[in-house]
Nanobody
């Protein structure tokens, strides 16, 4: 599975962005997908995950209620809608895919290249 993340950019605090993760290669609809982020000088952290069917989702406490993960398997794409953005959301965001559904980045076998989100105060 090859993943391409896009949609990052510069936004003011309180604003919104929608990230996309588009897959090619093997049957993407068989894979759970997660979003992770890494801020400068910090470790990679879990943001959100969605099961292969889209029937289950899971969020980090820091984004719960502000971010929404969804998927369109017909388009081989997973989305991360980010609302009410805060400066602390600034990071490079990565999407990842794996046959298993979970929040640990170590379990994910396939990774996109990352897209930078910058939230100004």
């Amino acid at each position: 599975v090859q993943l391409q993340a896009s949609g990052g950019g510069l936004v003011q605090a309180g604003g919104y962005l929608r990230l996309s993760c588009t897959a090619s290669g093997r049957t993407f609809s068989s894979y759970a997908t997660g979003w992770f982020r890494q801020a400068p000088g910090k470790e990679r952290e879990f943001v959100a995950a969605i099961s292969w069917s889209g029937g289950s989702t899971y969020y980090a406490d820091s984004v719960k209620g502000r971010f929404t993960i969804s998927r369109d398997n017909a388009k081989n794409t997973v989305y991360l809608q980010m609302n009410s953005l805060k400066p602390e959301d600034t990071a490079v965001y990565y999407c990842a895919a794996d046959l298993a559904y979970g929040s640990s980045w170590e379990q994910y076998d396939y990774w996109g290249q990352g897209t930078l989100v910058t939230v100004s105060s």
